[in-house]
């Protein structure tokens, strides 16, 4: 589309350039800004946003990533990974080499900062970016025991460090604008907005950050939590903005181009959609002959005409169909070629795919230069520029690909994807990616090396965390190989169906990791049926692996235990250590839950003993952190002290944060129940900088409220008051619910500690009001509780029973033993307060006949310390002392400090009424 400058927008863009204005003089107050336009396709969006960069560039510098204008669907993290291509000057069709020496090359040069290496560390991003961008490095791509999060973690932090090392390029004096620019949300894959929401989270190492973004729908619905976030609706022109672009079309096409009544017509009828316009103009304006293309002009200007119709009938998409009618079929096969090949389109692939679909590569160049001459090409594409061959827009895509018959498009993508697997292994181009994807979308011609290409593609997704790609890639190489096994002379059966049963496997693992639990356990079962049918060993001990984390995840100890139970069996039949090391690790862990601390012991140590296979740096680690707190809950401190010490070592070397975290904390508890507070603290503070160093936002936030309740038990609210605001503003940017309660609940906690007795009641009600929304019930009707609890203190003896009576039918619903026994108790001593003792003796009787059933010893002490008041008011001092001995005595084995405390002020007043008396 030609520039025709930006019309009838000047209202939108001093709205948006005001704002970044009020951002950046505002400083390091305000860290990020995201600002976010929507509105229909083509009205406009990408061409403001061109705009407003323009006019920033003219007083601030800045440093753009933005996405490419063409599809990329196909890879993980595709709209990064295109912003990365984009940013390093790399093309996804490039060779190997060529990649390698632009990333290297650019890596290096910001490795010369000599930036500390938790900053920035090339080795760490080669890898990372070697996945994203095709190029294959001999390193590993994550270190250090397996959990969920880490290969997307991996991904977030080595894009946040590349920025970082930008930005420390340019030096403080002069901040350069640091903008994210992602065009077209609504198409953008999932795991490239969860980085955007992760870069503003992470906002103070990019200070200043600015991320531009438009989309055809609102989504100020799904980040709204964000306060950085600013949405603007973009409306369509007015008829003068649109006589505007009129003008200037005519003026760049030449005079005469449409009649002035027509002009009229096309102004009147179109809706304000500057896009729409352009592509009716086009459209009205071609010569031609052919009587369909005439009747399909007549019937659009009818649709003109009929204003009042015309919003229905007319539309953008069909427009550009329209346009794309009267294309001769040379031109549109090779717009169809370079719509399939999408950000791998070159000339050299290109022509290589036109002449795999006998449409010849003659006279290629000459076609190209007509098809950007009629606009249906950027004027980048062909020869020139950076040698890629793009659509005029984006939407363009969209079109040509539904316009294609169903069996034509799969002919092109399996052709493509065989384009694509001779170069990869003529030229070692990795293009594992995209030829995944096409496989998944064409028919089952049967390939040799198709199911190979489909696993190693799915399992590199899974690394990253992409789990419905690796879930695509998966179920077609399951697809491709049963049609194999069905095939007369096909493979081995035993050595194909062993391959069936493993990819059954991985399949469930990423349904599992997509959260389709019960698709995962359907996949897995049936995996496992057939390899316990087919005597196929390591099939049959990954699947019971998987269908025990299930189990556990279930909360179904016993099943998860048959299914470990069945794979260490299984793995007993087999020569590979790894298989049984991690059975045993796995059923450990479940001994752990179940506090059957020898079996653990006994589990964990048969495994370091005897694991020998891949990974075993990593089970070791794992192991020692089993170990350690086998002998933590079992009073060895010493030896604990010794094997965590041995885990923080190895996670270190294994560059496992997450692990080293585990062991620091472990070792700051061990030394806090030992009384060494200075010690503890030490090792408290270390963990929470490893945590924010790898950018894991809630980890960090628990960690923080941690940190801040070990103050609290010290009695230094002030300090803890401190750390419970910074887990709570950390819990407001990853719009975690539940936290936020948390550390509400943990402010008003500390809040009536220093007898600041409004505000604490002030951050109850709120964390109640984050309970309800989270639909946490149990919270729920623990803080409905604690709140009673306040207001009975206060002697708001109303109040309190409201809240009570509230809380307790939601307890016992839910089975919360513990706030239902306290209901009933302060609800007796509720009663006996406003004068009615039977009641209140009822009520008592009550919630101790429930404690004694559930093991609830504190409030076993509380219904007999609230028998003494009783006795108090009945003025029998005497009976009231044999009551808070008794409490005394239920109570001092809990090593609840405040409860005995309580207690005791009871026994004084018991001793100080019985003087009185006297």
């Known amino acids: 589309m030609r520039d025709l400058g930006l019309i009838g927008r000047d209202k939108e863009l001093k709205a948006l350039t005001d704002r970044i204005g009020e951002f950046l003089d505002a400083g390091r107050k305000r860290q990020a800004l995201w600002l976010h336009v929507f509105g229909e396709d083509g009205i406009g969006k990408t061409r403001l946003i061109e705009e407003l960069l323009f006019s920033i560039r003219s007083t601030q510098g800045l440093h753009c990533l933005k996405v490419r204008d063409f599809p990329v669907s196909q890879l993980p993290y595709g709209a990064v990974s295109s912003a990365l291509c984009n940013e390093l000057g790399i093309q996804f069709w490039e060779s190997e080499y060529s990649k390698k020496e632009k990333l290297e090359s650019r890596l290096a040069a910001l490795g010369a900062l000599k930036l500390p290496a938790s900053i920035f560390d090339p080795k760490t991003l080669l890898p990372v970016f070697g996945q994203l961008l095709g190029i294959n490095y001999p390193l590993e791509f994550a270190t250090g025991i397996p959990r969920r999060g880490k290969g997307k973690l991996l991904v977030f932090n080595a894009v946040l460090r590349y920025l970082q090392a930008l930005r420390a390029g340019v030096g403080e004096s002069h901040p350069e604008l640091t903008v994210i620019w992602f065009d077209d949300l609504d198409r953008t894959d999932r795991l490239s907005l969860e980085l955007l929401v992760h870069l503003v989270q992470k906002k103070e190492s990019l200070w200043p950050l600015l991320i531009l973004s438009s989309s055809v729908s609102s989504f100020s619905g799904r980040l709204d939590y964000l306060e950085e976030f600013h949405e603007f609706s973009l409306g369509r022109l007015s008829r003068l903005s649109q006589k505007k672009i009129m003008a200037n079309l005519e003026l760049v096409s030449g005079a005469g181009a449409l009649p002035s009544q027509l002009q009229k017509t096309l102004i009147e009828g179109t809706p304000g959609n500057p896009r729409l316009l352009l592509e009716i103009y086009h459209l009205l304006s071609e010569k031609t002959g052919d009587p369909g293309v005439r009747e399909r002009k007549k019937s659009i200007l009818a649709a003109l005409e009929s204003k009042s119709r015309a919003l229905e009938l007319i539309d953008l998409l069909r427009v550009m169909r329209e346009r794309l009618r009267p294309l001769d079929p040379r031109r549109r096969s090779v717009l169809q070629a370079v719509a399939v090949l999408g950000p791998y389109c070159c000339l050299e692939l290109l022509s290589g795919l036109l002449a795999r679909t006998g449409s010849g590569a003659e006279n290629l160049l000459e076609t190209l230069e007509s098809l950007v001459a009629d606009e249906y090409l950027q004027s980048a594409g062909g020869s020139s520029g950076d040698g890629s061959i793009r659509l005029s827009c984006g939407l363009a895509y969209e079109v040509l690909l539904e316009g294609l018959p169903g069996d034509r498009l799969t002919t092109l993508r399996q052709q493509c994807a065989e384009l694509f697997h001779s170069l990869s292994e003529e030229d070692g181009r990795d293009l594992d990616f995209a030829s995944a994807g096409l496989l998944a979308e064409s028919y089952f011609l049967k390939l040799d090396w198709a199911v190979g290409l489909l696993e190693s593609s799915g399992d590199r997704l899974m690394l990253l965390e992409d789990y419905p790609g690796a879930l695509r890639a998966y179920d077609e ?16 059966l035993t050595e194909s169906l062993g391959r069936l049963i493993l990819l059954q496997v991985k399949s469930g693992k990423a349904r599992l990791g997509a959260g389709l639990s019960k698709e995962a356990f359907g996949v897995l079962g049936s995996a496992l049926q057939l390899a316990r049918g087919g005597a196929i060993t390591p099939a049959r001990v990954e699947a019971c692996l998987e269908l025990g984390e299930i189990m556990l995840l279930r909360g179904d100890w016993s099943g998860a235990e048959r299914f470990f139970e069945e794979g260490r069996e299984a793995a007993q039949q087999s020569t590979a250590s790894e298989l049984m090391a991690r059975c045993l690790i796995a059923e450990a862990t479940l001994k752990l839950k179940r506090e059957d601390y020898p079996a653990a012991r006994r589990l964990f140590e ?8 891949a990974g075993a740096a990593d089970r070791k680690l794992e192991i020692l952190l089993g170990l350690g707190l086998v002998s933590q809950q079992t009073g060895q401190y010493k030896l604990a002290l010794e094997q965590y010490g041995q885990a923080l070592s190895l996670a270190r070397e294994r560059q496992d944060d997450s692990a080293a975290v585990t062991s620091l904390s472990n070792l700051g508890r ?39 309740t070990v103050y609290f038990a010290m009695a230094e609210y002030e300090t803890a008051i401190d750390y419970y605001r910074q887990a ?24 009536y500690e220093i007898k600041e007795i409004a505000k604490a009641l002030e951050f109850y009600l709120r964390a109640l009001e984050f309970a309800r929304e989270d639909q946490d019930y149990s919270y729920v009707s623990t803080l409905l509780s604690t709140i009673g609890v306040y207001y009975y203190n206060l002697r708001q003896y109303d109040m309190a029973q409201r809240y009570f009576n509230e809380s307790l039918p939601l307890a016992r619903e839910i089975g919360n033993y513990p706030i239902v026994a306290q209901n009933i108790l302060y609800r007796g001593e509720i009663a006996g307060c406003l004068g009615d003792e039977p009641a209140a003796a009822l009520a008592l009787n009550e919630g101790e006949a429930l404690s004694a059933e559930y093991g609830l010893d504190e409030h076993r002490a509380v219904a007999e310390l609230f028998r003494a008041h009783a006795s108090l008011r009945q003025n029998q001092p005497d009976q009231a002392r044999g009551h808070c001995r008794k409490a005394l005595e239920i109570a001092a084995p809990t090593g609840n400090r405040k409860l005995s405390a309580e207690i005791e002020r009871a026994l004084s007043a ?6 009185g008396r006297k």
């Open 477 to 492: 190489a399951i697809a491709r190989l049963s049609l194999e096994l069905a095939e007369p002379g096909g493979e081995p």
């Open 606 to 613: 048969e495994a370091l003993e005897g694991d020998s296979g």
């Open 670 to 708: 061990i030394k806090f129940e030992q009384e060494q507070v200075e010690e503890a603290l030490e090792l408290f503070h270390q963990a929470l900088e490893s945590l924010r160093g790898s950018g894991d936002l809630q980890q960090t936030g628990n960690w923080l409220g941690y940190i801040g």
């Open 728 to 751: 709570l503003s950390l819990a407001r940017r990853t719009g975690s619910l539940r936290n936020q309660g948390i550390w509400l609940a943990n402010l008003g906690n500390a809040h």
């Open 910 to 915: 018991c001793k100080g009424r019985k003087k």
